[in-house]
């Protein structure tokens, strides 16, 4: 939330896909996760998100360097509402010399559209 996207790019695999109810994203270069950060961030402040609360649903080590996860993703905003339903993550996460990293990811929102435009970096202004 405080737009530090040098912490947040090293919390990604590259390459990976990313998929939502509107389509898939080939994530290949660092400027790819820069267009999503930079995106998902707008949206948040056109919605006043101040806080995104991911409750962990299901998790589990398929192996000793890859777990599968979902959880649910919650966005809070200044009046500590909710700011959309929430709504569920899918991830593969895996251990690589540097940490753990997000390798893929399936989001369903299906009731926000620029949301799910913001996660694949073409949100409408």
């Known amino acids: 939330m405080d737009g530090d996207f040098e912490t947040f790019k090293t919390c ?13 994203r080939f994530i290949e270069t660092i400027e790819d996760i820069r267009d999503i950060f930079d ?7 056109s919605k006043s998100v101040v806080e995104l609360n991911r409750i962990c649903v ?12 979902t959880h649910e993703a919650r966005m809070i905003n200044k009046g500590a509402v909710l700011v959309q ?3 569920p993550v899918f991830s ?6 540097d940490g753990w990293k997000v390798a893929y ?7 926000e559209p620029k949301h799910n435009q913001a996660l ?3 949100l409408d202004s």
């Open 12 to 24: 990604f695999a590259l390459p990976q896909y990313m998929d939502t109810f509107e389509g898939r």
């Open 39 to 45: 995106n998902v961030r707008q949206y948040y402040q």
């Open 58 to 69: 299901e998790a589990s080590f398929r192996d000793a360097r890859t777990v599968v996860s």
């Open 85 to 87: 339903s929430p709504y």
């Open 92 to 97: 593969i996460l895996r251990l690589y010399d």
């Open 105 to 111: 990811s399936q989001v369903a929102i299906a009731d």
């Open 120 to 122: 694949r970096g073409v």
